[in-house]
């Protein structure tokens, strides 16, 4: 089975540091009420662009 993961070479079909960040992120902003989707994170932050109707804003709560 070993053998069989690495000469497919999976581990090198992903970026598995920038997915994990992707859904953390996605995740965390949900707990706050957001409700773009991790597929929209993902373009967002891969692209550097806001999604059709989304804002990118940083807010700050006063007590920061």
Sequence with gaps: MVWR??????DQQ?????F????LITHSTAIEGSTITELENQI???N???LKGK???LKYS???
């Excluded at 992903?14 to 920038?18: E, G």
């Design 20 to 23: 994990y960040l992707n859904s």
């Design 62 to 64: 006063e007590n920061s």
């Design 48 to 50: 550097g662009v806001a």
């Design 44 to 46: 967002m932050f891969d």
């Design 14 to 18: 992903l970026d598995y540091d920038k």
């Design 5 to 10: 993961y690495r000469t497919l070479v999976i």
């Design 55 to 57: 804002k990118m804003t």
